[in-house]
């Protein structure tokens, strides 16, 4: 799941990247072009409501695309978000 929210007093959004704590099992990265697509820079923590996430500032209206990497090179989608190719993509 992919939660946007504004930043008071800027013109930037708070992305919110969240997924089932277990599934799928291991450690699991945001990678795309707002980190240059290096594995292991935004890694989705742990949270006490049995998800885990990171959450990411970029600037308001612009366009990002995204995928999710898991253990052992796993790559894999966001399920509810917008397609641009083979990538997910934010629109923020």
Same mark, same amino acid.
């Given at each position: ?13 708070? &992305? ?14 945001? &990678? ?5 697509? !290096? ?12 998800? !885990?996430? &990171? ?9 990002? !695309? ?16 917008? !397609? ?9």
């Amino acid at each position: 799941m992919i939660r946007l929210s504004k930043v008071a007093k800027s013109d930037n959004v708070k &992305v919110t990247f969240s997924l089932p704590a277990g599934e799928p099992p291991g450690t699991v990265s945001v &990678v795309g072009d707002f980190n240059d697509w !290096r594995p292991g820079t935004n890694v989705l923590a742990k949270r006490a409501n049995g998800t !885990r996430s &990171v959450a990411i500032t970029l600037p308001a209206g612009s366009k990002y !695309r995204f995928r999710y990497l898991g253990e052992n090179g796993h790559w894999f989608d966001d399920g509810e978000a917008e !397609r641009d190719g083979d990538a997910g993509l934010i629109i923020t």
